[in-house]
């Protein structure tokens, strides 16, 4: 079956940096999308990856490696608004999208 | 004006009703989508279409059908509500040719149906 896991709950303090992870079993790989869910919104694109290596805006980054299965988002210098879940998704050989349950983060002053 | 609505944004009905959500879109896109969102899991697709004459089943089509009555314009109707479809409801649209890279989906603001 295809499998997308992240850790449910993180936490992180203000204005620190935050590593989400992100891990895939999917058929077939066809790009790697993290999304940010605020409570009770839609989810809006954040970044998206299909080769390897770093991708950085501004004060978020992804990272992928699709040896491994494995991205990350890298988030920096926190701020309050940062409190959001963070959804990894991939897409797989069908052009599907496949998603994971998402991470909740939350920023503490 | 967002470029994809849903209506209604909150609905309550009872076991056996018939429901219909409704999704617009301002986009342009040919490619819409209906997803579920339950508490701990990942959202999960129900229906897409890539054009007007086009439906396809997701991965949880069963209880649910769709009608593409435009290309701005989709619809997801439960024939006969039950419990367990509590749940958040959103609409996407995708355009091949837009986004920063892969196709980038955009997302409605999301219905929330409680089902008694």
């Known amino acids: 079956g295809q499998n997308i896991d992240q850790p449910t709950e993180m936490t992180a303090t203000e204005g620190a940096i935050v590593q989400i992870n992100c891990t895939y079993q999917?058929?077939?790989?066809?790009?790697l999308f993290w999304y940010q869910q605020h409570a009770g919104e839609a989810p809006t694109f954040l970044s998206y990856?299909?080769l390897d290596g770093l991708e950085e805006k501004g004060r978020f980054s992804s990272f992928l490696s699709r040896s491994k299965g494995y991205s990350y988002l890298l988030l920096k210098e926190l701020q309050m608004k940062d409190s959001a879940s963070y959804l990894c998704?991939?897409?797989?050989?069908?052009?599907?999208?496949?998603w994971g349950a998402g991470t909740k983060l939350i920023i503490k002053p | 004006d967002a470029d994809v609505t849903q209506t209604p944004r909150n609905r309550i009905t009872k076991t056996g009703k018939r429901i219909m959500l409704e999704c617009s879109q301002t986009?342009?896109?040919?490619?819409m989508y209906w997803y579920r969102q339950d508490p701990g899991l990942g959202l999960r697709l129900i229906y897409y279409?890539?054009?007007?004459?086009?439906?396809n089943k997701g991965e949880i089509s069963d209880g649910y059908s769709v009608s593409r009555q435009a290309q701005a314009k989709f619809s997801l109707s439960l024939e006969s509500a039950i419990p367990n479809q509590t749940a958040l409801y959103f609409c996407?649209?995708?355009?091949?040719?837009?986004?920063?890279?892969?196709?980038?989906?955009?997302f409605g603001p999301g219905t929330r149906l409680l089902v008694l």
């Open positions: 996407a649209t995708s355009d091949l040719s837009e986004g920063e890279g892969g196709e980038t989906q955009y």
């Open positions: 986009k342009g896109h040919d490619r």
């Open positions: 279409s890539f054009d007007v004459k086009d439906i």
């Open positions: 999917t058929s077939g790989f066809n790009g």
């Open positions: 990856n299909v």
């Open positions: 998704a991939v897409r797989d050989s069908n052009y599907q999208l496949i």
